[in-house]
């Protein structure tokens, strides 16, 4: 039998500034997923704000502690950049009674639900492997949630629920599900349609579906950034590592797509900016007057080539990175450019950073960690 809120054994809300020592009652945002790439740079921004901080992840694909260590090395690198402790567990989504000991730690007041897989061509290859933790995962942090009563989420969606899209700048008008080429972007279409469903059947839900387009960049310190386990999927953290020797050549899928230069084109944005997209969003899931489930795209509105990519980052580094024209990849799109007009407009978020800072800040990182966070 589940216990109600008021049963809850709840540890205080309260917020420890390690440089002042301060304590302040505030908001408690857990996030899943927050020992990645998105999650971690969102973290900061939280931290900075005064929220405390509950992050659940299993590492299934981040580096996880140290042995003898409580934290992922960028976890530590978080608190070391903001000077405010967080809170880790290491835990599946999948596993619901140890998500439950989580949730029933701390009155936890909203999520942000970063966990999940995200390789668009691997989801090709292991359907099954992503809509189990995709779906069952989400479904049961749904579960706890409502069993808990905290009913305010934010989502990180993607771009590729609308699938090969029909026009550009795609706005959120723009119909979803028809045309998704990969079970990543059926998982988040599927995702999605479960909150929009859950929010219909209790108005006590408050949900943002954040559509990200292509995150790249780091943070400006140098001490976070991308750091995949494996051989990286997508483009940036690959060009890094190939600035820094650890791969040869960037293999660059398709020359024959119908763009400028016959590479796919995408809406790249700098991590910073869409990790202060959360905080807009956390904003408005706390708004009494919002109700249900509402999409909101997040990127520059700019497309760029794979092409024109690769010369910003070897302007950037210095260095001419070598690259090789490949067959397409199953489950890409030919462009993506989003319209954020809309977030301009109801949540106050646009983003600022441009090409250049992105390809500054990824380079800063990767020179500065070459092996990432070993
Ligand atoms: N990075 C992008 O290009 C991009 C674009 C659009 C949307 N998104 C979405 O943003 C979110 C974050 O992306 P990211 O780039 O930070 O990915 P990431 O792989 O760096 O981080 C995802 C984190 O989720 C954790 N995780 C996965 N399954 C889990 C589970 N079952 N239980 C607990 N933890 C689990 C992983 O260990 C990892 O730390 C994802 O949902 C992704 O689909 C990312």
């Known amino acids: 039998m589940a216990p109600t809120p008021n049963e809850l054994p709840c540890q205080k809300t309260t917020l420890t500034d390690m440089r002042t020592s301060k304590v302040a009652d505030v908001e408690v945002v857990l996030v899943t997923g927050g020992a990645g ?13 005064g929220y405390q901080v509950v992050v659940v992840d299993n590492c299934l694909t981040s580096k996880p502690p140290r042995k003898g260590e409580t934290l992922p090395a960028v976890l530590r690198r978080v608190q070391d950049i903001t000077g405010m402790n967080l809170d880790f567990h290491m835990v599946s989504l999948l596993d619901r009674q140890a998500l439950r000991k989580v949730f029933l730690l701390y009155k936890v007041d909203v999520v942000i639900h970063f966990a999940a897989l995200k390789a668009v061509g691997e989801s090709v290859k292991r359907p099954l492997d992503y809509y189990h933790n995709n779906l069952t995962g989400t479904i049961t942090l749904l579960q706890v949630m409502s069993e808990v009563g905290c009913k305010r989420l934010v989502f990180s969606s993607s771009s590729t629920v609308y699938g090969s899209a029909q026009y550009f700048p795609t706005d959120e008008e723009h119909g979803t599900g028809v045309g998704i080429t990969n079970p990543y972007g059926r998982s988040k279409y599927v995702c999605e349609q479960i909150m929009k469903d859950l929010t219909v059947a209790d108005k006590e839900w408050r949900v943002v579906l954040l559509r990200y387009f292509n995150p790249v960049g780091a943070h400006e310190s140098g001490l976070i950034g991308d750091d995949p386990l494996g051989v990286p999927v997508n483009l940036m953290p690959y060009l890094a590592q190939c600035a820094v020797g650890r791969r040869d050549v960037v293999h660059v899928f398709g020359g024959d797509w119908d763009t400028p230069d016959g590479t796919c ?15 807009a969003a956390l904003a408005k ?8 489930a509402k999409a909101y795209n997040l990127g520059r509105g700019k497309g760029i080539s794979v092409l024109e990519m690769i010369s910003a980052f070897s302007k950037a580094c210095g260095k001419e990175i070598p690259y090789k024209i490949v067959g397409r990849r199953r489950g890409d799109v030919r462009r993506t450019t989003c319209s954020g007009t809309l977030a301009e407009k109801e949540l106050s978020w646009k983003s600022s950073r441009t090409v250049d800072d992105m390809c500054r800040d990824v380079w800063r990182w990767q020179s500065k960690n070459p092996n990432g966070y070993e």
């Open 265 to 279: 084109v995408r809406d790249y944005m700098h991590v910073v900016d869409l990790a202060k997209g959360h905080n």
């Open 285 to 292: 899931v706390s708004d009494k007057k919002f109700t249900g």
């Open 37 to 49: 790439f998105v999650g971690s740079h969102t973290i900061i921004e939280l931290l900075n704000v």
